[in-house]
């Protein structure tokens, strides 16, 4: 079952806008991921951000978690056209599995 | 850096034949995963290992098995291909048991299989 279900699927913006995406999750977790995918590609890891942080920051990446809402948010700014990809929360509950959700879509355009 | 191989990129295979989907990674990372990933869906687990010759299954298990004779290397097997698996198959590792290293995961190009 799908742990992580973002928000939204889509997503088109112009160059050197701030592009922000949602996730949901069900369980109690450790740590809640974010990854890219370039068309085509496998995933590359992002940001990680842990159970007991509020917020955290990576070069134009900016990640969110609200554990009583059991949500996370992405936040890209200041969007580069090489920044279109698809994006996946993943979260971490225990042991080592992750659960991906279904991903946005981002297109940046130029 | 961390290198994730997967033996194709792209595979047409014919309904009933048997496939093998081969996984490396160079990093020592004790474990190994496999999804498949379909529009939509997202990723979801098929199996993974945490060490040799281990193996536990994930989301979806059916219709597939695995194999992890050496700690580099993890097998996905479709014993007999239908048409339903047709996807793109991703293979990813981790390192340890325990502390940062286990915790993030690094992936391979995605191997996109078509079954007739």
């Known amino acids: 079952s799908q742990q992580g279900e973002e928000d939204p699927q889509a997503l088109s913006i112009q160059e050197g806008e701030n592009a922000t995406m949602n996730c949901s999750y069900k369980?109690?977790?450790?740590?809640l991921q974010w990854y890219r995918q370039n068309s085509g590609r496998g995933l590359v890891h992002l940001i990680l951000?842990?159970?007991?942080?509020r917020e955290k920051h990576s070069g134009r990446l900016r990640v969110t978690l609200d554990t009583s809402k059991k949500s996370s948010s992405l936040l890209i700014t200041a969007s580069r056209a090489a920044d279109t990809a698809s994006y996946f929360c993943?979260?971490?509950?225990?042991?080592?599995?992750?659960?991906f959700g279904g991903g946005t879509r981002v297109l940046v355009k130029p | 850096d961390v290198k994730v191989t997967q033996s194709s990129r792209y595979l047409v295979k014919r309904t009933g034949e048997k496939v093998f989907l081969e996984c490396v990674q160079d990093?020592?990372?004790?474990?190994m995963f496999w999804y498949r990933q379909d529009p939509g869906l997202g990723l979801r687990l098929i199996y993974f290992?945490?060490?040799?010759?281990?193996?536990e299954k994930g989301d979806i298990p059916e219709g597939y098995s695995v194999s992890r004779e050496k700690k580099e290397r993890f097998s996905l097997i479709l014993e007999s291909a239908s048409t339903n698996q047709t996807s793109m198959y991703l293979c990813?590792?981790?390192?340890?048991?325990?502390?940062?290293?286990?915790?993030?995961?690094?992936f391979g190009p995605g191997t996109r299989l078509l079954v007739l």
């Open positions: 990093m020592d990372h004790e474990n």
């Open positions: 369980t109690s977790i450790n740590n």
């Open positions: 993943a979260a971490k509950a225990a042991g080592n599995k992750l659960t």
């Open positions: 951000i842990r159970s007991n942080e």
């Open positions: 290992s945490y060490d040799v010759k281990m193996k």
């Open positions: 990813a590792s981790s390192g340890g048991t325990s502390g940062r290293a286990s915790e993030t995961q690094y």
